[in-house]
């Protein structure tokens, strides 16, 4: 029990790490661009690895409502980046 609690609060801190990137992006200083991509592109990586199913779907719920809205900031930043490089 004891240890299920600590993997549930390390995915929980995780969890929320990410989610403040993502609702707050930080931007790339160089590009002026945000970094939301990257965050949302960093918990698809480390999703799976979460062993708490509670904390795996509320990542997944929240990288689905930005996912949508970034659709056409993502196009921009791509083009953006392409011009910068």
Same mark, same amino acid.
């Given at each position: 029990? %004891?240890? /299920?609690? &600590?993997?549930?609060?390390?995915?929980? +801190?995780?969890? @929320?790490?990410?989610?403040?990137?993502?609702?707050?992006?930080?931007?790339?200083?160089?590009?002026?661009?945000?970094?939301?991509?990257?965050? %949302?592109? /960093?918990? &698809?990586?480390?999703?799976?690895?979460? +062993?708490?199913? @509670?904390?795996?779907?509320?990542?997944?719920?929240?990288?689905?409502?930005?996912?949508?809205?970034?659709?056409?900031?993502?196009?921009?930043?791509?083009?953006?980046?392409?011009?910068?490089?």
């Amino acid at each position: 029990m %004891i240890e /299920e609690r &600590k993997i549930r609060d390390i995915d929980i +801190e995780n969890a @929320a790490f990410y989610i403040t990137h993502i609702k707050n992006p930080c931007v790339d200083w160089k590009t002026g661009l945000n970094l939301r991509d990257y965050y %949302i592109r /960093e918990i &698809k990586n480390v999703i799976e690895t979460l +062993e708490d199913p @509670a904390t795996r779907f509320f990542l997944r719920s929240e990288i689905e409502k930005y996912r949508s809205k970034d659709t056409s900031f993502s196009v921009r930043n791509n083009i953006l980046q392409s011009y910068l490089m």
